[in-house]
């Protein structure tokens, strides 16, 4: 219904068609997306009778997971960052399906090696350090994360996919050291990159000072963004009496949590973070009630990750932190968003239908007891 509301906007049409040539809405090719994105939701549901099938393919995962990862580079920047695969008028962003692949691996891992993980040598400072040789995942996993960083300057598919594991390595091995180690090296890593990368340090930069002069015309998005939240007030100006329509050709897309923050105001920004929190308690319910722990840890990984990408477009837009090129689940506009985050839900929901069955009857002990046994 908004990104329909903005396709109705003369100021829209206007600069598409000075800078395209041509104006093409973007609704009906949401609703399509959605459609089939249903249409994935259901399939995923009847083709996967049992999610303990995912663990047979524990490193399968990881090798597709690192070609979806790796593959943008080979495309070019789109907005500066490379994201995107495109073939054709179709274009791909292969990081929202790698996100569940990802999960798919970290949960397989765990499972087998967290016990090794959760051992500690010693405490320092009230923490529990581990083993020199149980930090070789973390290494490698945090090297990963700073090369996709360095090579596609994708900040959110970066922080997704470091947050993502930390996540999951804390709830598998019940570890605060590895939480305090993972914020550590990120930190340590984002500093490292944004020292020689120009298209981070421009984000920082933007992220720092949207107003600027200096840097008005490749800021203004961020600052006109800002200014829509805040002449929402509380209760918004109303559906289609707002102006987020300025912030240009982003404005379905990376900004339109601030068209909603305009027209429903603080209320409804509230109402939508409170479903997104509605959403992942229920994966992690969900996690709690699983009784393999391959699915717990499938179905906290899965969570947490939706969570980590709705705290860093709801955080970048609303300059909580720094911009990145990622789309807010089942809202902005974009296919893969919603066709990936459809199945992340279907994979869910079979979790927890499997969770929530009764638990197989025990064989009788009369049963045994009237076997025959013969010479």
Known sequence: MVIWRLDQSPRLI???EI???????????????????????????????????????????????????????????????KIWISLGPFSI????????????????????????????????MGLYLPRGRDLGPILAVWAMSILILVFETDLGTSLL???????????????????????????????????????????????????????WGQSQQIGQALMSFGSGGTLGTGLGQGNSDLIGFAANSDFILSTFGEELGLAGMMAILMIYGLIVER????????RDP???????????????????????VMGLIPLTGMTMPFVAYGGSSVLANWALIAILIRISDTARRPAPAPASPDAEMTQVVRP
């Open 93 to 124: 962003q292969p990081g929202e399906f790698a996100k569940i692949i990802i999960a798919v691996f970290f949960s397989g891992y765990l499972m087998v090696k967290r016990d090794a993980l959760a051992l500690a040598s010693r405490r320092f």
């Open 283 to 290: 994966g992690v319910r969900t996690a709690l009630a699983a």
């Open 19 to 81: 800078l395209f040539k041509s104006f093409s809405p973007d609704a009906p090719k949401q609703l399509m997306y959605s459609a089939i994105g249903i249409a994935l939701f259901v399939a995923v549901l009847m083709l996967l009778k049992d999610h303990r099938i995912l663990q047979r393919y524990t490193y399968i995962s990881m090798a597709v997971a690192l070609v979806l990862l790796v593959l943008p580079m080979f495309f070019p920047a789109v907005n500066g960052a």
């Open 161 to 215: 996919f470091f947050g993502l594991f930390v996540i999951m390595l804390y709830v598998a091995t019940e570890r605060t050291s590895w939480i305090v180690f993972g914020l550590l090296m990120s930190a340590a890593g984002a500093v490292g990159v944004a020292s020689f990368e120009p298209h981070v340090q421009q984000r920082v930069e933007f992220w720092l000072n949207p107003f600027a002069d200096e840097t």
């Open 294 to 316: 391959f699915g717990k840890l499938l179905a906290i990984g899965l969570s947490g990750a939706f969570a980590i990408q709705v705290f860093v477009v709801a955080g970048g």
């Open 14 to 16: 206007r600069r598409s």
